[in-house]
């Protein structure tokens, strides 16, 4: 039984700084890509971020610059740096994690809520 959990959604004011973490307990095989999506108010969902095995990240264009993807594979957890936060950043943050079975893997949400 796979199961991921997010933390380090919350309230910040315009400008500001969150960490979000993934992490993601029971067996789970060899891990290809990690990465987070968002959900915002009367949008779909969209990939922010995601990082392979190897170590390639791939960004949105909305958060380049701004958001940085990062893993460790010893604790099985996925992190997203978001700084330089806009009010348009405001979602339901999920993370997702596919492995090489391949099966595919999604996280509850965590809010993120940006406020001006």
């Known amino acids: 039984q796979v199961q991921l959990v997010e933390s380090g959604g919350g309230l910040v004011q315009a400008g500001g700084s969150l960490r979000l973490s993934c992490a993601a307990s029971?067996?789970?095989?060899?891990?290809?890509?990690m990465g987070w999506y968002r959900q915002g108010p009367g949008k779909q969902r969209e990939l922010v971020a995601s990082?392979?095995?190897?170590?390639?990240?791939n960004y949105a264009d909305s958060v380049k610059g701004r958001f940085t993807i990062s893993r460790d594979n010893a604790k099985v957890t996925v992190y997203l740096e978001m700084n330089s936060l806009k009010p348009e950043d405001t979602a339901v943050y999920y993370c997702?994690?596919?492995?090489?079975?391949?099966?595919?893997?999604w996280g509850q949400g965590t809010q993120v809520t940006v406020s001006s």
């Open positions: 997702n994690i596919r492995t090489s079975s391949p099966n595919v893997y």
């Open positions: 029971g067996s789970i095989s060899s891990i290809n890509v």
């Open positions: 990082i392979t095995s190897g170590g390639s990240t």
